[in-house]
């Protein structure tokens, strides 16, 4: 077939698969088969460990359309120019607009915060009456709830000033 004759009839003679195959090759590969079972299962009973741990902490929220809860905000999420390191991180009352999943809202933001409104649920806290010191049937003024500068137009320059430094 190669263009190159067989050297002799033997090599012409097929092997039975019992020749072929090593006795320790199989031993090697059942121990193999053996360590990956055993590995498998000693990181699912590890992995169940942990979860058993990390749930004794964990608090399952679930909130329906309508339903009031405070907000935390990272400072990135904060307009230019009002965040600073004392404010209060947590925005609210916010009420749900929408449930997209099991962690995930869509909530109504005062239109003075340019970001998404749709949150993870670990940044809600449920919102009770006396957090900010009113109801949570009552209607709230955004503007004392979160103090954001309002986008500000300038109309027209009214008046030029030069200033000169000892630079120049």
Known sequence: MYGKNPSGVLDLVQLTLGDKISDDGIAFAEHIQQLQQTMKQK?????????????????????????????????????????????????????ILQRINDHTYKIDLPSDLDISPVFNVSKFNVFHGDDLGHDSTEEVDWQQVIPCKKKEQITRILDKKSIQTRQG
Request: include cysteine.
């Open 43 to 95: 990181l699912q009973a590890s992995n169940a460990h942990h979860k058993r741990i990390i749930d004794v902490g964990r608090r399952p929220q679930v909130f329906n359309a309508g339903d009031l809860v405070m907000v935390y905000l990272r400072k990135e999420k904060f307009p230019r120019g009002t965040y600073h390191k004392l404010k209060y991180k947590k925005i609210g009352p916010c009420k």
